[in-house]
């Protein structure tokens, strides 16, 4: 009995494709947490300061990509999903300040490996009601059994304040069935615009407390700090280093 005719072997086929289908998605969030613990620990050691607060990955159920598509129109195959649903899988990095939002998209912009799609800022161009967050689309290569996939995923940049204003949003809008008041939509708004009023000035804050440590570390011994361990640089080493400068 061929496929066509076995409804049994159809469903296997089909749940076969749809495992695979979810599995290059999954695999790719891994390669994007990867790619964004080694920037954290790279910042630790050399910078002693972490730009990236904490990480959030999240990959779309197929009962959640079905809803989005039929919101779209539909679809006939797994191309057609991958083409009009973009954010499957997606990374939210959540950072202290303004300014680490960029830094950090312009080193995962920087990665060869990574197609950038699009850049989003709503930061300089916030949404109608008041969201702030960098957005970028890009393709990650998946080695599979069978070759490369290049798969999307969706990476939103944010302030811990900006997070916290997009988690109450979303949570005033689940609980109203999306049918806001008026006046609850100003008062977001109006709080968005506060917190990004606030960022600034932490950030104004964290320009004149760098200044200070600066100067207190004047004249500290030199040392290495890797996995808590520390390691006294010798002066001949030093030397060295400053002679290949």
């Known amino acids: 009995m061929s496929i066509a005719n076995n409804p049994i072997e159809q469903v296997r086929v089909l749940q076969r494709k749809l495992t695979r289908f979810m599995m290059m998605y999954k695999f790719a969030l891994h390669e994007m947490e990867t790619k964004i613990e080694i920037l954290q620990e790279e910042f630790q050691m050399l910078h002693d300061y972490n730009p990236i607060e904490h990480t959030k990955s999240r990959l779309k159920s197929p009962e959640s990509i079905m ?3 039929y919101r779209k129109g539909g679809a006939t195959s797994f ?3 991958t083409n009009h649903v973009r954010d499957i ?4 990095i959540t950072c202290s300040y303004i300014s680490d939002i960029y830094r950090i998209s312009q080193m995962l912009q920087n ?3 990574l197609k950038i799609l699009s850049v989003k800022d ?3 161009n916030p949404k109608p009601n008041g ?3 960098l957005h970028l689309l890009v393709e990650v290569p998946v080695f599979m059994s069978d070759g490369e996939e290049r798969v999307c995923v969706e990476i939103q940049i944010r302030t811990i304040a900006m997070d916290f ?3 109450l949003e979303h949570k005033i809008f689940y609980k109203c069935n999306e049918a806001v008041p008026e006046r609850l939509l100003n008062d977001l708004k ?3 615009e506060t917190a990004y009023e606030l960022d600034l000035k932490m950030e104004q804050l964290q320009h004149e407390m760098n200044e200070i440590k600066a100067q207190h570390s004047e004249g500290a011994e030199t040392e290495l700090l890797i996995d808590n361990q520390k390691f006294k640089i010798p002066e001949n080493l030093l030397s060295l280093l400053s002679g290949e400068e």
């Open 89 to 92: 899988a997606g990374v939210r």
């Open 131 to 133: 969201y702030k967050s």
């Open 67 to 69: 809803r989005k598509l």
């Open 190 to 192: 109006t709080a968005a």
């Open 122 to 124: 709503y930061i300089k």
């Open 111 to 113: 990665q060869n490996d």
């Open 165 to 167: 204003w997009a988690s």
């Open 79 to 81: 191309d057609d999903i």
